[in-house]
Structure formats: C-alpha cells, structure tokens
C-alpha cells in the first residue's frame, strides 16, 4: 500500500503541513510552525494504554464518591452523579437529566472503550476498514472537549448557592476523580498516533 511514509513525506503534528522528511539520522522541523517532525510518534501505544488503565481506574470512584455536597440547616446530604441524574429525573427535569447521564456516566465510557478498541485492534497488526476507524478517532477527540460539562456544572453551582448559614454547596471527592478521568482520556487520545491504524492496515506491527 502505497503511504506518505512510503513517499518520505511527514505531517506536521501541530500545522497539519505535509513536509519531506529529512534525511536518516537527523531531525525534520515544519518550514511553516518549525514544530519538529515525527514519522510516527514514539511509544504511542504504551503511552495511550497507561493514560486508560489510569482513567478506567478512576472512572470508579468518579461514580461511586459524591460529587456534591450539600448543607441545609445542619444537615449534609451527599449527591454522585448517578444519584444527581435520579434527582433531576423524579423532579420532572429529564432533559437535563439526559444531558447529565450522557456527558458525565455515557461519554467518558464510550471513550475508553473506543480508545481501548482502536489500541487493541492496532497491536492485532491488521485492521481493516480503517477509514471508520479514523473516523472513531476523530469522533472520539471531538466529543473529548465535552466531557467537562459536569465539573461545570458542579462549579457553577457551588459558585452560586451559598447562603451561608442557611445553605451552601461544596464540591465532593468524586469531582476530582471525575476530572482526572476527562483529563487522561483527552491526553490518551493526544498521545494515540492515527496514522498506526493505517500501518496495521498493511500488516505494519508498531
């Protein structure tokens, strides 16, 4: 299969220029951003397997702590976000309690299914309809940016309910979890290099 590596072509990582790659042995910069130029990006797979083994680690806990907590006249009731989701749905609130359930429980494990399923079918050496597994990737850096709404959402309304002594808001423990799972799927998919789904696609094991 005929490839730009094959052509001695590179892309730039932060431009998207395509450039000729310098000779063996030294190192390429974009003539456009002189960003350095990588063929391929060094330890991709290992890197974007430690970043979701860490977030489906966290991803646990994310759920199973609080993400808010709320005082009301000496009392202290704890939320997670599943436990939110109920709330919002008995009150009557269901879109936003739709809106909840998809960006802050359906979004972040799609994610890392996804991510591990492209790894996975990387390592197996040959993969097959790889434009749809581009297209997952892209679709899975593009939904990445979303994943935040529910720390958002809890900052916001930590922000704005505090009539103190009567009331406040303070984030809890999951909130951090939560964050650190957004976090290192974002950087998983950072790391994650693209172009190795086109090299499984002719038998190239990276």
């Not at 590179?10 to 456009?32: I, N, T, W």
Request: proline share 5%.
């Amino acid at each position: 299969m005929l490839s730009a590596a094959n052509l001695g072509l590179v892309g730039c990582d932060a431009c998207s220029l395509v450039c000729v790659s310098a000779p063996s042995g030294e190192q390429g910069f974009c003539p456009r951003c002189g960003e350095a130029l990588h063929s391929r990006r060094k330890h991709a797979l290992q890197r974007s397997w430690g970043l979701i083994i860490a977030a489906l680690l966290c991803y646990i806990p994310a759920n199973a702590l609080p993400v808010l907590r709320t005082n009301m006249l000496g009392s202290t009731e704890d939320d997670t976000i599943l436990g939110g989701v109920v709330l919002l749905y008995n009150s009557g609130s269901w879109p936003l309690a739709l809106i909840v359930l998809v960006a802050s429980v359906a979004i972040p494990l799609g994610k890392l299914i996804a991510l591990s399923y492209l790894l996975l079918q990387v390592q197996r050496g040959r993969v097959t309809s790889t434009r749809d597994k581009t297209k997952l990737f892209r679709v899975v850096e593009v939904i990445g940016k979303w994943s935040m709404l529910d720390v958002f959402v809890d900052a916001y309304t930590v922000a704005m309910v505090q009539l103190q002594p009567l009331m406040s808001v303070e984030p809890g423990p999951g909130i951090v979890f939560f964050a650190a799972v957004v976090v290192l799927t974002v950087l998983a998919a950072e790391y994650f290099d693209p172009r190795l789904i086109w090299d499984a696609e002719g038998g190239v094991v990276p």
